[in-house]
């Protein structure tokens, strides 16, 4: 099976900045990586699907790039509300997640 | 607008059986595939299993496929995951997803519509 490693586990960030989290994964796998957020105590909401497509009703700030095995979340300029936990997925696996907290 | 409203909490002894429902709303019930992922507390996202809600075809995650049905009743709706032999550590929090394929033949794995999800609890 195929596995998920996502960089880095924990992110300190502050409301502004620009932060990138990486899907790794141990083969080459096609564009069908998803990208979630969950906030504490919430259902997950999917971001990102075909690593670069933006769902419906997400903010643009929030971009998705990559192919092979490297895929990368992008929040050009965090949010108050976006200090959450994003987990990677492809097919029927998740990433172990990364929580982004405050700095 | 779409919504999955999930059944309430469970509590359940260890070797006992549990079924959550998922009562889909607001689009076409047979039309998109209904998937069963669980959490546990603090951990990732842990796949189960899908139901194909038009003709009742499942497929399931190997480590759950000895142990878990999903069924569904299209004149609810309603789609049914139950998890049998249960132990401490499928204490989780159950959510039901929509598949976004717009055909329940063929699955994306995107997730775009998600129940808030059920807290099972095992222990004795």
């Known amino acids: 099976d195929i596995q998920l490693t996502q960089s880095p586990s924990f992110l300190s960030a502050s409301v502004g900045d620009r932060v990138t989290i990486t899907c790794r994964a141990s083969?080459?796998?096609?564009?069908?990586v998803a990208w979630y957020q969950q906030r504490p105590g919430k259902a997950p909401q999917l971001l990102i699907y075909?690593?670069?497509t933006l769902q419906s009703g997400v903010p643009s700030r929030f971009s998705g790039s990559g192919a092979g095995t490297e895929f990368t979340l992008t929040i050009s300029s965090l949010q108050p509300e976006d200090f959450a936990s994003y987990y990677c997925?492809?097919?029927?696996?998740f990433g172990q997640g990364t929580k982004v907290e405050v700095k | 607008q779409v919504h999955l409203v999930q059944s309430g909490a469970e509590m359940r002894k260890p070797g006992a059986s549990v079924k959550v429902s998922c009562k889909a709303s607001?689009?076409?019930?047979?039309?998109?595939?209904i998937h069963w992922v669980r959490q546990a507390p603090g951990q990732t996202l842990e796949w189960m299993g899908w139901?194909?809600?038009?003709?009742?075809?499942?497929k399931f995650s190997q480590k759950f496929q000895d142990r878990v049905t999903i069924t569904r009743d299209t004149s609810a709706s309603t789609t049914y995951m139950e998890l049998g032999s249960l132990r401490s550590e499928d204490t989780a929090v159950y959510y039901c997803?929509?598949?976004?394929?717009?055909?329940?033949?063929?699955?994306?794995?995107?997730?775009?519509?998600w129940g808030l999800g059920t807290l099972v609890t095992v222990s004795s």
């Open positions: 607001g689009y076409t019930f047979t039309r998109y595939a």
């Open positions: 139901i194909n809600p038009d003709n009742g075809n499942t």
């Open positions: 997925q492809y097919l029927w696996t």
């Open positions: 083969q080459g796998i096609s564009r069908y």
């Open positions: 997803a929509r598949d976004r394929s717009i055909t329940a033949r063929f699955l994306l794995y995107f997730f775009d519509y």
């Open positions: 075909a690593a670069s």
